[in-house]
């Protein structure tokens, strides 16, 4: 009987209709992805064949296109506050922020990030996709466990482990090597 009644309930609370996702490029619903891209850890879906490549070409100047002013254009692959790996699947709260959805492992995180949200999503310049505690690199964004930022640059990991290991221990990061610090670039993400 509390069951039942806890189930109704629950059927009774508002449920949160999450705004669509637009074409980074021409800022249209995406009813059917032509092209799924990642960049600087956001995943970003394309509406049509054109749109893809043109997106790929300059990523940061098609993210300030005028028609995405008020729109949900990507999502972000990590937590923002725990920097872990979530998917929308395992989300338990999310926010939309400057165009950009955010998932959150618990309602508490989503309360801390929508105090100040900008001082959880300021991205560095340049990025490492290689895991400089388990010493190899990391194929893409969707195979990342977490990052850490450090010194103006993003350091992604292969696991939660390793995102834990290089939270204690910074000067961990120090074992990526040079070559692998670069600007973020767009990516076709994989499928699934």
Do not use: W
């Not at 940061?60 to 506050?81: M, N, Q, S, V, Y």
């Not at 400089?132 to 690199?137: D, M």
């Amino acid at each position: 009987m509390v069951i039942t009644l806890a189930l109704g309930f629950a059927m009774l609370q508002p449920q949160t209709k999450l705004a669509p996702l637009v074409c980074p490029m021409t800022g249209e619903e995406v009813s059917m992805s032509a092209g799924t891209i990642d960049y600087a850890g956001t995943r970003f879906v394309t509406c049509c064949a054109g749109c893809p490549e043109e997106f790929k070409k300059d990523p940061a100047k098609a993210l300030k296109g005028t028609a995405l002013k008020g729109k949900t254009f990507g999502e972000f692959l990590f937590d923002p506050i725990s920097n872990a790996r979530i998917t929308e699947k395992a989300a338990k709260a999310s926010t939309d922020y400057k165009g950009i959805r955010y998932f959150f492992a618990t309602p508490e995180e989503k309360k801390t990030f929508d105090m100040t949200p900008a001082k959880f999503t300021k991205a560095p310049a340049k990025e490492v996709l290689f895991c400089s505690v388990a010493g190899h690199p990391i194929k893409n964004y969707a195979s990342a466990g977490g990052f850490v930022d450090i010194s103006g640059t993003r350091f992604y990991t292969c696991c939660g482990n390793c995102l834990a290991k290089l939270k204690a221990d910074n000067t961990l990061a120090s074992k990526a090597p040079a070559d692998q610090i670069k600007k973020p670039a767009a990516m076709d993400a994989p499928k699934q």
